[in-house]
T-cell receptor
Framework: EPEVTQTPSHQVTQMGQEVILRCVPI?????FYWYRQILGQKVEFLVSFYNNEISEKSEIFDDQFSVERPDGSNFTLKIRSTKLEDSAMYFC????????????FGPGTRLTVL | GNSVTQMEGPVTLSEEAFLTINCTYTATGYPSLFWYVQYPGEGLQLLLKATKADDKGSNKGFEATYRKETTSFHLEKGSVQVSDSAVYFCALRFAGGTSYGKLTFGQGTILTVHP
């Protein structure tokens, strides 16, 4: 069964450093998402991406964040200058083109900012 | 805004016990409702869904009914197994319009089932 994959599974970085989290969505999907979950809190929507552009973003997704689909298979989330409060589990998800299609999630990347 | 509230956890049960995890939502309009499950070390997996009022979603012995009048989507299972130990997330989504299908999640409920 096709699945969403994410790398790395765990990323440790120093405050102020840039990180790139990588995701490979399911190949024929058209919508792509990033969510995050700070330990002990809700899973929160960050951004959705469709037709090679951001379609919606939350207030969390400020200028420090960016997304890209550089080669038609990978979908990346970049955090330009990490803060301690960016420590969280980051989930990538993808969905087919139908309005009611299921979102499939990757296993997540745990980001720890020291 | 839209929001989802789940019962406080964690929930600890013995095998074969009855499970209920409460979920209520606040939304403008009529969203689709979902239960996702996260097993240790894995991503979120769709467990079941319902797209309109009075629909019942079911999968792997779990059920939930979309109740518009109480804005609820409680998860139930008649007899839990150790393998059901996981984190359960209730979520809502609007299809179409400007939402682009983003999910709004509850805080998750940790379920532990003992033999």
């Amino acid at each position: 069964e096709p699945e969403v994959t994410q790398t790395p599974s765990h990323q440790v970085t120093q405050m102020g450093q840039e990180v790139i989290l990588r995701c490979v969505p399911i190949s024929n999907h058209l919508y792509f998402y990033w969510y995050r979950q700070i330990l002990g809190q809700k899973v929160e929507f960050l951004v959705s991406f469709y037709n090679n552009e951001i379609s919606e973003k939350s207030e969390i997704f400020d200028d420090q964040f960016s997304v890209e689909r550089p080669d038609g298979s990978n979908f990346t989330l970049k955090i330009r200058s990490t803060k301690l409060e960016d420590s969280a589990m980051y989930f990538c998800a993808s969905k087919g083109g139908g309005a009611t299609d299921t979102q499939y999630f990757g296993p997540g990347t745990r980001l720890t900012v020291l | 805004g839209n929001s989802v509230t789940q019962m406080e956890g964690p929930v600890t049960l013995s095998e074969e016990a009855f499970l209920t995890i409460n979920c209520t939502y606040t939304a403008t309009g009529y969203p689709s409702l979902f239960w996702y499950v996260q097993y240790p070390g894995e991503g979120l997996q769709l467990l079941l869904k319902a797209t309109k009022a009075d629909d019942k979603g079911s999968n792997k012995g779990f059920e939930a009914t979309y109740r518009k009048e109480t804005t609820s989507f409680h998860l139930e299972k008649g007899s839990v197994q150790v393998s059901d130990s996981a984190v359960y997330f209730c979520a809502l989504r609007f299809a179409g319009g400007t939402s682009y299908g983003k999910l709004t999640f509850g805080q998750g409920t940790i379920l532990t089932v003992h033999p």
